[in-house]
């Protein structure tokens, strides 16, 4: 009965076409990108910030989780409902404004990346956060997870384009945190905003800081017969003292789907390839190129190749971006992990990468963004084999213990959601999970929106038990 | 001497510290060498509900509401450079740590926090939970992008960590951001890391004499003053010749940054950048100002207390989404004009988010807008 209440209050708001409740679509809405699958009462389809506010106000009233979701392209069920809740789909949310001055935007949530960025060309301005998802992700998702992307080794993730965001908080009340002018005062609850994977409020709107475009480029491809020399040429780059815009790392398992796929040319018979990125002034990019060939070669490069075009970089980038469509060829189902470590570390949690993936029997290729130490290694399976999820969930927390171990983090760009709450106790204390749960519950004291993710359940069990003063007045 | 003072001198005996130049009188100084003795005496502070001033250079002091302390905590003696990783270009450090002594050590190895030029005696802490960026921020973004790890110790004495020591991260939430700029509401700063950039192999300032529309692409700094604009230029040889070429004036080698302004009242106007041009324009004769365009942040000297013109400017400020900050002045000035101006939205969020780290509110309370 309150279930049917609920719904038609919220028709009374959007009207039937915008509320979607049958098993179809409470099916389809289950799911993000990754495997796992939960369980939907209704999907909203607002167009308004005010329908957003009015939405979350009825579920609260009714006491019906909210879970906000974009284009439900993330990997680690943050868009995954874990009881029946309500889903509010932002994508009709799709105003571009931009400030061409000040090299700004304000963007709906539901805006796709690479259309902001195709929206902005004409100023010769870009979105500089570019995940491999880019052409399906949506601003507000990325906003969620801060996302990533191989160019964020230069120009920083999501959270370092963010200016200001428009918040529907647990109350239903609309709040602007942040501006377009540096600085703005008070504690910068934008900041916390991004990267809290839909838990603290639904962002409808984003203030953007564009980048302008880079007068020059130069793409280079450089192959390796052991990924060791790869490694070190990444930190020979580094250590020569430019910050390349880009610096991505293939092994050759996945260099070999990869090529099968986008035929590219990519050297199937190396141990590992790097697709390194130079942008900038054109004289810088001329001279700089030329030092990543040199570092390439003095660590045994077999082979370098130059992208003389655009259409050859566009290729080259099409190979490196296609990486996760190409595994689809390979096996009917993947699991994409997403971990960091030290840029030092690459090469020795490797090792250990593949050694876990030979104990438990799975084909695993490696694609990372090498430059900041972004671990992806990616396992390629058939879901329909008995017991291949449970081998697949246990190597995957074998690789998050082994890049925690080597001082690195659960996850660089794709958020902890459901896939890697358990393991949060592995990096922080309970001291600092409760601290991340008090917050959370500052802004969402009921835990309305998108419960059970980030943090693991009894979070905010942790009390100092304040000590008896020990009577200094005496 | 009351004798509130002396019982809370030998409560904290073991933390005491020399007098704090610069810092208020009155107050129990304490200088605690470990985080954990930092805990001890916010512990303290809290349990009795003692207002605590944090100090590190004393070089940001104006900023923000007057803070009446019962207790100063210095931060001089958290000075250790924790853990340096050149080739992962990550630098651990403790809040007390002198920034310029910072820069010179990763000088050695070609890298920089990109934190403030001329930083005196300004510590890492102070800096981060002021929130003050230097001007290489145009090319490489505020110094909430250098975030990666902070160790908070809480107003009521937890010890707590957020981030990690790696560049890229998304696990649990940015508490290292939320801490930047957060003037001590969370609680005490105790150590961070910080992620690093590598010095350029030539730096040279350009000197014009006239504000351009265009400086480039993404030069690393500009700085607008009245009578001279200077560019700031990083990269290769070749290509600090071409864009020198293409800038003309005249130049220097190196970055030859400009002190800090002198004045009476220091004033830190935050604009959307398109409306920089035009303020410019409108700045009393009398008034000096580092002018930061591409960022909207003009850094202001004013010679006297000028309250009508201030108002004004301040109006015109918020009234486009802006903000004009005190950021240094007689203690007289703050109680006709308020350190911060209007308080932004959602100020009661703020507070229940600052409750949660600091229930009692005795890390420099009174210190952010509003009050809080």
Redesign the interface.
């Given at each position: 009965m309150r279930v049917v209440t609920f719904v038609r209050e919220l028709q009374d708001l959007l009207g039937e076409e915008r509320v979607l409740a049958d098993p179809l679509r409470r099916h389809v809405y289950g799911k993000d990108g990754g495997i796992r699958r939960g369980d939907v009462a209704v999907v909203t389809l607002p167009a308004t910030v005010g329908e957003v506010a009015e939405i979350v106000r009825i579920a609260s009233r009714h006491a019906i989780p909210v879970v906000p979701r974009g284009a439900g392209t993330g990997l680690a069920g943050g868009a995954v409902p874990t009881s029946p809740s309500l889903v509010v789909s932002l994508t009709r949310l799709t105003e571009i404004e931009v400030d061409v001055e000040s090299s700004t935007a304000w963007v709906g949530a539901g805006v796709l990346n690479l259309d902001l960025s195709k929206h902005t060309a004409a100023f010769g301005l870009h979105f500089a956060p570019d995940p491999s998802s880019q052409a399906a992700c949506t601003i507000g998702g990325n906003v969620a997870n801060n996302s990533g992307g191989p160019h964020c080794l230069a120009e920083g993730s999501t959270v370092n384009h963010v200016l200001a965001v428009e918040l529907v908080t647990a109350a239903g009340e609309v709040l602007m945190l942040g501006a377009d002018a540096p600085d703005p005062v008070g504690l910068d609850l934008r900041g916390i905003v991004v990267g809290s994977e839909g838990t603290l409020g639904i962002v409808t709107r984003v203030l953007v800081k564009l980048t302008p475009n880079p007068p020059a480029a130069r793409t280079l491809l450089a192959a390796f017969d052991r990924v060791e020399d790869a490694a070190a040429t990444v930190s020979g780059i580094i250590a020569e003292g430019i910050v390349p815009a880009a610096l991505e790392m293939m092994d050759q398992p996945m260099t070999i789907a990869v090529e099968r796929f986008v035929g590219a040319g990519f050297p199937t018979d190396a141990a590992a390839v790097l697709l390194a990125e130079v942008t900038g002034h054109p004289a810088a990019v001329a001279a700089e190129a030329e030092l990543v060939r040199a570092v390439a070669e003095s660590n045994h490069a077999t082979r370098i190749r130059v992208a003389a075009d655009q259409a050859e970089r566009d290729l080259l980038w099409k190979g490196r971006k296609a990486a996760f469509g190409a595994v689809a060829q390979l096996a009917p189902d993947y699991y994409l992990h997403d971990t960091v470590v030290p840029r030092t570390k690459l090469v020795e949690v490797l090792a250990q990468v593949y050694d876990i993936a030979d104990r438990y029997d799975l084909a695993i290729m490696n694609v990372f963004h090498a430059g900041d130490g972004n671990l992806h290694p990616l396992m390629a399976f058939d879901a329909s084999q008995e017991g291949v999820l449970d081998r697949v969930h246990a190597a995957a927390d074998e690789v998050a213990r082994v890049c925690v171990a080597a001082g690195g983090s659960l996850s660089g760009e794709h958020g902890i959601g459901l896939e890697k709450r358990d393991l949060m106790p592995l990096v922080f204390s309970e001291a600092d999970l409760d601290a991340q749960a008090r917050l959370v519950e500052a802004f969402d004291p009921d835990r309305l929106f998108n419960p059970d993710k980030v943090l693991p359940t009894g979070s905010r069990c942790f009390d100092m038990g304040r000590p008896v003063p020990e009577g200094i007045w005496i | 001497m009351t004798s509130?003072k002396v019982?809370?001198q030998?409560?904290l005996a073991a933390f005491l510290s020399d007098p704090i130049e610069g810092a208020p009188e009155g107050a129990v100084a304490v200088a605690p060498a470990t985080l954990v003795a930092a805990a001890e005496v916010l512990?303290?502070a809290s349990?009795?509900s003692l207002p605590v001033l944090v100090w590190g250079g004393g070089t940001h002091q104006g900023i923000g509401g007057r803070v009446d302390p019962a207790i100063v905590l210095s931060t001089a003696r958290l000075d250790s450079i924790v853990d340096w990783?050149p080739?992962?270009?990550?630098v651990v450090a403790e809040a007390g740590v002198r920034i310029a002594d910072l820069e010179e050590r990763l000088a050695e190895r070609?890298q920089t926090t990109v934190l403030p030029e001329t930083p005196g005696d300004a510590t890492v802490g102070g800096v981060i939970a002021a929130?003050i960026?230097g001007f290489r921020?145009l090319r490489y973004?505020?110094t909430?992008?250098r975030m990666l790890e902070v160790d908070?110790i809480?107003g009521?004495?937890?010890?707590?960590?957020?981030g990690?020591?790696?560049?890229?991260?998304?696990?649990?939430?940015?508490?290292p951001?939320?801490a930047?700029?957060?003037f001590g509401?969370l609680g005490l700063i105790g150590r961070v890391c910080l992620k690093l950039?590598?010095?350029?192999?030539a730096q040279r300032t350009v000197t014009l004499a006239q504000p351009q529309s265009d400086y480039?692409?993404?030069p690393l700094a500009v700085i607008e003053e009245r009578h001279q604009v200077r560019v700031y230029l990083a990269?290769?040889s070749?290509?600090i010749?071409?864009?020198t070429a293409e800038l003309g004036g005249s130049h220097e080698e190196g970055w030859w940054w400009p002190d800090p302004l002198e004045g009476l009242i220091g004033l830190?106007l935050?604009?959307?950048?398109?409306l920089l041009a035009d303020i410019l324009e409108q700045m009393p004769s009398s008034w000096s100002y580092q002018a930061l365009p591409?960022?909207?942040?003009v850094r202001i000297g004013v010679r006297d207390f000028d309250p009508e013109t201030m108002s004004a400017l301040r109006r015109w400020?918020e009234s486009?989404?802006?903000?004009l900050?005190l950021t240094d002045a007689p203690a007289s000035v703050y109680s006709t004009f308020d350190a911060?101006?209007a308080?932004?939205?959602?100020?009661e969020?703020?507070r229940?988010?600052?409750?949660?780290?600091d229930p009692d509110r005795i890390v420099n309370p009174g210190r952010?807008?509003?009050g809080?």
């Open positions: - | 509130v019982a809370l030998r409560r512990k303290t349990e009795h990783q080739e992962d270009m990550t070609g929130g960026s921020r973004g505020p909430r992008d908070l809480t009521d004495g937890r010890a707590i960590r957020g990690g020591r790696v560049v890229k991260n998304v696990t649990g939430y940015d508490l951001r939320l930047t700029g957060s509401s950039w590598p010095l350029p192999e480039g692409y993404r990269g290769t070749a290509e010749e071409a864009r830190s935050r604009i959307a950048p398109r591409g960022v909207g942040e400020a486009r989404g802006g903000a900050v911060w101006g308080v932004p939205a959602g100020m969020l703020q229940r988010v600052v409750a949660r780290f952010l807008p509003g809080l």
